[in-house]
Each structure stands twice: as structure tokens, then as C-alpha cells.
């Protein structure tokens, strides 16, 4: 059987729904399976609405050419799971099953993910009647059975002030052999919401997907738009959005640095970090006014343009903070009460990264260079590298000196776009969105590839708007680094990945 | 005058204990750069907390009520066989130091069994690792004990903390120096173990999967829980003042000076662990049996130094 990955579009593209090849369900399932063996990755998998009940839409990044190759099939009321043999599209499957009620066969573990009702009215996976309450949370979970088994329940609320999420250890004494993650509390329906779009709210809910990442996913949608509507960003605004995107990296990654010494009660880093964080929060903000970079990334262009007086001034503050970075970031790697803490906690092994496909921090930890920037380079990208910030061993170390590296790079980075800053206007014009086409764009966030795929109706108008937050490939690492873990390192564990719960539960 | 000077240390460490709360507290904040709340605050905080109603879980029976009531109790008892300088301790008798180990584990015994009354498996999980904790920090606490008992013993004392603890002096570090440096050690570590400090345990964390101490007493609130904080407060001191016998041995002739040395010497005790706090990571959970017994290594080394 041919592979048929006859279709593809590069970063920030879009075509005719029309050209996406439409095979059976078989097909599709075989051409990912071959096409993931041959080192691509699932980047985004999803149902939407057509004639004929859910159709299928797999995108698969193929890092050897850059390029997004595209496949379509219709499900009707089941179609054969992918995830016995590629662990990827486990969450991706109970995904589909949760939003159009159908049955990927062969599914392990076919839950629900965010405990909403069927988009399709009538429809459900699990056969749950119309009338029946879906509570978050409320299902099956994995059990370890034995005498000195014992399951340890945290959340949905926390000691700390962060967001809700249900965590379910299996344990032995304090050996933690297997967790499970059960998320759904922070559904809003964003992407329903999205559909029928754009409109004047879809930009608010873009910058609000996952909130700690706003500039990230505006931009991937802006790219969206601006490939639908047939225009791109003007040269400067492309750059300016790059300068805010590195920025929140910047921020976020230093605000983790800081999350991590103080969840291991070691003070200096954590006081430093904390007020680090601050000062590139408000770097982003001398950008466009505000912290987290809202109103500043705009289909089109940027909805701020950066003068030559805070230009300078915010080079200067980046490089004092840098430097101040170095210090509170040394003290890490230089005190060994430190690494003992960090180095073999949490270890992913580079096949399960690969198997599970994780993306960003958590992916590069484990020695894969797995970087949008580099591999599916988008705007500033094109011209502009950054270099790809690798460690091999995939413990909570790796995932912390990752993070300190990309500082290193995102800093140079940015003050570098700030001295060449392209001349020209920052906003340019969107035409009307072209009808009956699939447009997608992948974006490096922090926190790992954000993907934007929009597919438009006759009039142009988003019949369906997916987004996969990195957090969505991610979770499932988390609970693979717990295996075998100490109960009371899950809570380093965790903030070493750092994932987002709003981002997952849209 | 004699009641007075018996009662003296009991009454000093009654009100001046939460004071090392405070010290800590500002040590650490002035490493992170901070201001840090007044010295004072844990004083306002006990009195907010006893202002306070509590609020039981119907789930809970006797014991979880019972507590922090014993816990304190316990606590304070063995605060009445602690001297201070050479201001003698209000009451002792030959062995006491077994008593006054006994009382301490005491206390931790109703705390771990109110976390488990409660029946939170975080809170099942803070006891089964205190009594860890506990169970190894005693053997070391007695045996530094016994160690400093017997180097002061050639000095001419008696087997009571008011017997061993003032007849330290600078003498006998000149006689017993590797001893006493390896006791002082020993109860260091006992000493953050205990009192639930880094790197044993996090005070100030969130996080209820590391906690030990503060997980075990979420449930508790309002006075129980001022209960609670006052006797982690004392507990500091008791601990304390044995450390500072053996490392600030100021003998002068009057029993209110040596006091009061001993008394500032408490609060470089306080400064010294807001310094660690301020500096080095805790220890994963795994690796504080191992802490432990290094401390109960060195008292045993210590010992068999003495009695050689």
C-alpha cells in the first residue's frame, strides 16, 4: 500500500480543504504508523464536521523536509486506533472520541479527557444518555493492586494557589509505580468557541488559551489569519513579534528556574528568579503595556511598533538581567545540595520521549532536537536562527539546564533583533480569509510547539479552529518520569515540566 | 530566691521561645534580599490564632482533639528539666535526659497519631515519615546526650541535664574537644531533624507531597494549631539550650550572666539555622535516614572517644 503523503504544506501555509487527500480510515491509520516510524511526529489529529458525519485530519511535522504532511479520511461511527502501535495519539484518539462520539477501535485507554458532551448531538462514545451528568473526574481509574498498595488522591484543589488538576499516585511506601493524570476542570469550550470566527472575540481567546503563553499562541494564530487572508506580516512586525515570543520565554524560563529551587526549599534562586521573572515580565510590557504581551501580536503585524529611545533601553535592561540571571542560574549548578535533587529525578528515557512524543523543554532534555524554530522555521525565523539547546540525560537536571541555556540564547536573541531592528511599518492589511481551506502554523512557545490549524466553510468563516498546547503531548511525560519515583519528588517533577492546565483543557 | 532562680529558665524560655521563630524568619529574609516580617510576628500570630474557634472534621474522634493539648503538654514538661547557662533546670533527677528524649517522643507520637486520625493519606504519609524521622533521630539524641554526660562526668557531674549541662565549661573542651565538637555536630542534626527544618523538612513549602511536619498538622486550626506552633517554638529552645551548654560554655560566677550569654547564644542557634535555610537545598526524602545516622555515628564515635 503506497504511504500516500502526497500532500503537504510548509509552516504558516494554506490550501484548497480540497487537495488534502481523503482516504479510508485503514489508510490513514497505516500511513501515520509508517510515516511516525520514518522519525516524523503527530503534531496535531483531529475530527471536523463534513456531509457525512466527523472527518478525520491527521498532521504529521516531517522534520527531514520541513514540511507538514496532511491526511483526511471519514470516520463514520468508529475507525481503527492508532495508539496500540503509537503511543502519540493516545490523548489525540480519546480527544476525538470525547468531542464527536466516535469509537477509535482498539483504544487502551478510552476515556474521556475534558468530561464534555459529544459536539454532535445524540452522539457518545460511551454511551452515556442524553440526561446523565458528566462530572470532571469522575470515571475509572488505573489501579495497582497488592497489600502494601496504597493510592494517594491529590486534587483538584490545591494547598497552593494554582490551577485545578486531579492527580492519582499508585503507591508503594513512598515508590510511586504509576500516575495518572485526569484533567478537565479548566474547560471554558474555546474551541467551539473559536469556530463560526474570526471575529471580535477570537483574538481575546487566542491571548487567553493558555495565559502564561499569550504571545506564543497569538502568533501562531496571526499566522493562520495572515495565510488564510493571503497576506503576510510586514518584516519589522515579524521581528517585533519574535522580540515579545523570546521574551516570554525569557520570563517563563526564569520564573521555573526559580519555581525549581524553591520547591526544593534552596532560598537564593528562588528570591533572585522570582524578582528575574518580574523584570522580563516587564520588558514585554515596556513592548506593548502589558506583562504577558496582550494586544501586542495582530493578524497582520504587531499592535505596537518598538522607537529607537526604548529600544536601547530595554537592550540595556535585558543584558542587566542576564547577568543577574547568571549569577541566580550558577548557584544551581555550582551547589551540590542542589544536584543531588536534580540529577537522576525524573529521568524520560529518549525512546519513551520519542514514543510518547514530547515536544519543547521536556523533548530537548532527552537529546532530540526537537525545535520549531529550527525545523519549521516561521517569520523572523527564516532568517534569523536560534541555536537548539540540547542535554542528553532527561532527568529534572537536563530539563532545568535546557531551560538555562535557551535564556542564554533567547537573551543574544533578542537583543541582537533589537540592534537590526527592519525598517518599514508594523501592521499591513488582512484580506478576507480564503474559502475552503486548511491553513496551519507551528509556533515554538516556551513550553514546547504550539500548533494552529484553521479550515474554513464556503464563506471563509472557521468551520472548525483546533489548537494543540504543548502541554497536550506533554502530560503523558510527566507521568512516565513518575515511574519509579519518591512520592515527595513528584512536586519538582512536576514543575519541571511546568504544564499548563487551561492550555490542555481549552 | 532559690524557687526564683529554679523557675527562671522555664518562665525566659515560656516567652522568649517564639522569639527564634522570629529570628529565622529574618535571617532568611535578609539572604533573599528582603525586609522580612517584624521579630515579633509569630507572637501576633499565636495570639490571632487563639482568638480564633476551631473547626473539627466529623470524621476525627478524641485523639486528633487530644494533640496538640499533649503535644504541648509533653513538650513543656520537658522544658522543666532544661538548664540554662548554670541557671539549674526546675526540676532533675539522675536520668533525666531519658525523660525528657521519652516526652519529646511523646509529643511527635500525638501528632502522628492526630495526622492519622484524620484519615488524609497526605497526612498518613507526613506520620509514617516522621515516625521515621523519629526513630532515628532519638537513638542520636541520646547518645550524644550520653556522650556529653560522660565528658562532663570526669568533670564532676551527675547523670541529670542540670548536672551535665552546667558542669561543661571551657575545661572541657581542653580535655574532651574532638568529643564535644563531634556531640555538637550530632545534635545539630538532630536538632534540624527535629525541629522540621532544611534540609530534613521545608517549613515554608506548599507542596503537601515533601512536607513532614506541616502536612501533619493541615487539619488543625485556630488554638490547637496555636498550640501547635508554641510547642515547635519551645521545642526549639529545649533543643537549643542543650547545644548552646556544650558550644557557649561561659562559666562566670553569676548564674544570671551565664544566662544571658546563653540566652544570645540562642539566637545565634536561631541565626545559624535561618543560614542553612539560606543556603543549601533539602535533602531528598530518601536520604534523611542517612543524615540521621551519620549524626548517631558521630555520638557513638564520640562516646567511645570518652570512655576509651
Not at chain 1, 529550527?374 to 536562527?385: D, L, N, T
Request: net charge neutral; hydrophobic share 50%; charged share 20%.
Amino acid at each position: 500500500m503506497a504511504t500516500r503523503l502526497t500532500f503537504t504544506l510548509r509552516n504558516g501555509e494554506a490550501a484548497p480543504l480540497g487537495e488534502v487527500p481523503l482516504v479510508a480510515p485503514g489508510e490513514l491509520r497505516e500511513a501515520v504508523l509508517r510515516s511516525v516510524e520514518a522519525g516524523s511526529r503527530l503534531s496535531a489529529f483531529f475530527g471536523a464536521p463534513a456531509a457525512k458525519g466527523v472527518r478525520l485530519h491527521a498532521v504529521l511535522a516531517q522534520p527531514e523536509d520541513g514540511a507538514f504532511a496532511i491526511l483526511a479520511a471519514d470516520a463514520g461511527e468508529s475507525f481503527p486506533s492508532l495508539t496500540p502501535a503509537c503511543p502519540e495519539a493516545h490523548l489525540f484518539e480519546r480527544e476525538i472520541a470525547e468531542q464527536w462520539g466516535v469509537r477509535p477501535e482498539g483504544h487502551p485507554w478510552l476515556k474521556p479527557v475534558r468530561f464534555h458532551r459529544s459536539y454532535r448531538s445524540g452522539t457518545d462514545a460511551w454511551g452515556r444518555a442524553p440526561g446523565e451528568p458528566i462530572e470532571p473526574g469522575v470515571t475509572e481509574f488505573f489501579r495497582v493492586e497488592g497489600p502494601e498498595v496504597h493510592e494517594v488522591a491529590v486534587g483538584p484543589v490545591h494547598a497552593g494557589v494554582i490551577e485545578p488538576g486531579h492527580f492519582r499516585f499508585q503507591c508503594e511506601g513512598e515508590t510511586v509505580h504509576h500516575l495518572e493524570v485526569s484533567l478537565g476542570y479548566q474547560h471554558r469550550g474555546v474551541e467551539r468557541a473559536l469556530a463560526g470566527g474570526p471575529d471580535k472575540r477570537t483574538l481575546h481567546y487566542v491571548e487567553t488559551l493558555a495565559g502564561d503563553t499569550t504571545v506564543g499562541h497569538a502568533t501562531a494564530h496571526a499566522e493562520v489569519v495572515e495565510a488564510l487572508g493571503g497576506s503576510a506580516a510586514p518584516a519589522r512586525a515579524q521581528a517585533v513579534r519574535a522580540v515579545a515570543l523570546e521574551l516570554e520565554r525569557l520570563a517563563n524560563h526564569a520564573g521555573d528556574l526559580g519555581a525549581l529551587a524553591g520547591d526544593i526549599g534552596f532560598q537564593p534562586t528562588a528570591a533572585f528568579c522570582g524578582r528575574l521573572r518580574g523584570d522580563f515580565l516587564n520588558l514585554t510590557a515596556l513592548l506593548c503595556g502589558s506583562r504577558f504581551g496582550r494586544g501586542l501580536v495582530r493578524p497582520g503585524g504587531a499592535g505596537f511598533d518598538l522607537d529607537e529611545e526604548r529600544a536601547a533601553r530595554g537592550s540595556e535592561r535585558i543584558q542587566a538581567a542576564l547577568r543577574d540571571m547568571a549569577g541566580a542560574a550558577g548557584l544551581l549548578w555550582s551547589t551540590s545540595s542542589v544536584l543531588a535533587r536534580f540529577e537522576n529525578t525524573g529521568r524520560v528515557t529518549r525512546e519513551d520521549c520519542v514514543r510518547l512524543g514530547l515536544v519543547g523543554v521536556a523533548a530537548r532534555a532527552c537529546g532530540l532536537e526537537r525545535d520549531a524554530r529550527a525545523e519549521f522555521p516561521s517569520g523572523i525565523y527564516r532568517v534569523a536562527q536560534v541555536p537548539v539547546s540540547t542535554w542528553r540525560t532527561g532527568d529534572v537536571f537536563a530539563r532545568a539546564y535546557v531551560r538555562w541555556l535557551e535564556v542564554q540564547r533567547s537573551a543574544a536573541f533578542v537583543v541582537e533583533q533589537i540592534r537590526a531592528l527592519p525598517g518599514g511599518l508594523v501592521r499591513s492589511g488582512v484580506g478576507s480569509l480564503a474559502p475552503d481551506s486548511i491553513a496551519l502554523s507551528l509556533v515554538e512557545g516556551w513550553r514546547g510547539e504550539i500548533c494552529h490549524v484553521a479550515l474554513t466553510d464556503s464563506r471563509g468563516r472557521f468551520a472548525r479552529y483546533k489548537v494543540v498546547d504543548p502541554s497536550f503531548h506533554n502530560w503523558q511525560g510527566l507521568a512516565a518520569a513518575m515511574r519509579g519515583q519518591q512520592i515527595s519528588d513528584f512536586p519538582l517533577c512536576n514543575k519541571s515540566f511546568n504544564l499548563s492546565y487551561c492550555g490542555q483543557d481549552l | 530566691m532559690e524557687i526564683l532562680e529554679r523557675l527562671a529558665h522555664t518562665v525566659l524560655a515560656a516567652l522568649l521561645a517564639p522569639l527564634l521563630l522570629g529570628v529565622i524568619a529574618r535571617t532568611k529574609a535578609a539572604f533573599a534580599g528582603r525586609r522580612g516580617p517584624p521579630l515579633v510576628q509569630p507572637y501576633r500570630d499565636l495570639r490571632r490564632l487563639l482568638g480564633k474557634g476551631a473547626v473539627y472534621s466529623t470524621t476525627t474522634s478524641w485523639v486528633f482533639r487530644a494533640g496538640p493539648t499533649v503535644g504541648l503538654a509533653a513538650i513543656v514538661t520537658a522544658l522543666l528539666f532544661v538548664p540554662l547557662g548554670t541557671l539549674p533546670a526546675a526540676f532533675a533527677f539522675p536520668g533525666d535526659l531519658v525523660a525528657v528524649a521519652g516526652l519529646l517522643g511523646l509529643a511527635r507520637l500525638f501528632s502522628g497519631r492526630a495526622a492519622l486520625d484524620t484519615g488524609s493519606s497526605f497526612e498518613g504519609m507526613g506520620a509514617s515519615r516522621e515516625a521515621q524521622i523519629g526513630a532515628l533521630a532519638e537513638p542520636a539524641l541520646l547518645l550524644a546526650l550520653a556522650a556529653a554526660a560522660s565528658a562532663a562526668a570526669r568533670g564532676g557531674g551527675d547523670w541529670s541535664l542540670s548536672g551535665i549541662l552546667p558542669a561543661l565549661s571551657g575545661a572541657s573542651w581542653i580535655a574532651h574537644g574532638p568529643t564535644l565538637a563531634m556531640v555538637t555536630f550530632a545534635l545539630l542534626g538532630v536538632f534540624l531533624a527535629e525541629n522540621a527544618r532544611v534540609p530534613v523538612d521545608d517549613p515554608a513549602t506548599h507542596l503537601e507531597l515533601t512536607m513532614v511536619h506541616e502536612v501533619m498538622v493541615l487539619d488543625h486550626g485556630g488554638p490547637d494549631l496555636a498550640f501547635i506552633l508554641y510547642g515547635a517554638a519551645l521545642k526549639l529552645w529545649v533543643l537549643g539550650s542543650v547545644i548552646v551548654a556544650i558550644t557557649v560554655p561561659v562559666r562566670t560566677g553569676s548564674a544570671w550572666v551565664n544566662a544571658a550569654v546563653a540566652a544570645g547564644g540562642m539566637v545565634l542557634v536561631a541565626v545559624f539555622v535561618g543560614i542553612v535555610e539560606s543556603s543549601m537545598a533539602r535533602l531528598r526524602l530518601i536520604r534523611v535516614p542517612q543524615f540521621l545516622v551519620g549524626a548517631a555515628v558521630l555520638a557513638v564515635v564520640a562516646l567511645a572517644l570518652v570512655l576509651r
